[in-house]
């Protein structure tokens, strides 16, 4: 009796972890395309031949559903995927590394904050306000640092009058970078709750 009793807590645990896995697909499949789709829809050229568009908030909301790992993969392949689909496939190397820097940070620090304050919210607005700030600071950064690589490309010279240059169109990036990121962070904290609710199985605090 003893025995048959371990054997189906064995399965019954062996079926959750299938259970969990198989959301976690789903639900990393699901992030994907949301990120796609909100960086993909709405997009506003920039003058240093990027654009504004709304799906950072997607990027945040994958690294704090799906963990260190599934999330940042969701947040770099949809994001990469919209500039392959939009016509800037230069782009789509540095924008999967970037995307999935950003949210990479963005979970681990959301998941630390949680190992320091397990008593409070697990996604409170603080929280998500703060690995957000640090998930688009490493956007910002790494955008900065793509732009002069791609602008000395298209240039076809790495002089230091080209980098100079490069340099200087790059910076002109960052304010609209800044209002990205600014308005991801914003979205985010607006649509946590409501995703929650939806991944609640998956979220692991």
């Given at each position: 009796?003893?025995?048959?009793?371990i054997?189906?807590?064995i399965?019954?645990?062996?079926?959750?972890?299938?259970?969990?896995?198989a959301?976690k697909?789903?639900?990393?499949?699901?992030?994907?395309?949301?990120?796609?789709i909100?960086?993909?829809?709405?997009?506003?050229?920039t003058?240093?031949?990027g654009?504004?568009?709304?799906?950072?908030?997607?990027?945040?909301?994958s690294?704090l559903?799906?963990?260190?790992?599934?999330?940042?993969?969701?947040?770099?392949?949809?994001?990469?995927?919209?500039?392959?689909?939009?016509?800037?496939?230069?782009?789509?190397?540095?924008?999967?590394?970037?995307?999935?820097?950003?949210?990479?940070?963005?979970?681990?620090?959301?998941?630390?904050?949680?190992?320091?304050?397990?008593?409070?919210?697990?996604?409170?607005t603080?929280?998500?306000?703060i690995?957000g700030?640090?998930?688009?600071?490493?956007?910002?950064?790494?955008?900065f640092?793509?732009?002069?690589?791609?602008?000395?490309?298209l240039?076809g010279?790495?002089?230091t009058?080209?980098l100079?240059?490069?340099?200087?169109?790059?910076?002109?990036?960052?304010p609209?970078?800044?209002?990205?990121?600014?308005?991801g962070?914003?979205?985010a904290?607006?649509l946590?709750?409501?995703?929650k609710?939806?991944?609640k199985?998956?979220?692991?605090?």
């Open positions: 009796m003893i025995d048959l009793t054997f189906s807590c399965i019954v645990n062996m079926n959750t972890k299938q259970n969990n896995s959301k697909v789903v639900f990393s499949a699901m992030f994907t395309a949301l990120t796609l909100a960086t993909y829809v709405i997009k506003i050229p003058p240093t031949l654009y504004i568009h709304i799906g950072d908030s997607f990027v945040i909301l690294s559903f799906l963990g260190p790992l599934s999330g940042p993969l969701a947040a770099g392949l949809g994001s990469a995927l919209s500039d392959l689909l939009g016509g800037y496939a230069i782009w789509v190397p540095g924008t999967f590394i970037i995307k999935f820097l950003s949210a990479l940070t963005c979970a681990a620090l959301i998941r630390g904050l949680n190992k320091i304050s397990p008593q409070s919210n697990s996604l409170s603080a929280k998500i306000a690995s700030v640090a998930g688009e600071l490493v956007m910002i950064v790494g955008y640092f793509y732009n002069i690589i791609i602008i000395s490309l240039n010279s790495f002089n009058s080209a100079s240059g490069a340099i200087t169109e790059s910076a002109a990036e960052i609209f970078n800044i209002v990205q990121g600014t308005v962070i914003i979205l904290l607006i946590a709750p409501l995703t609710r939806i991944v199985d998956t979220y692991d605090k």
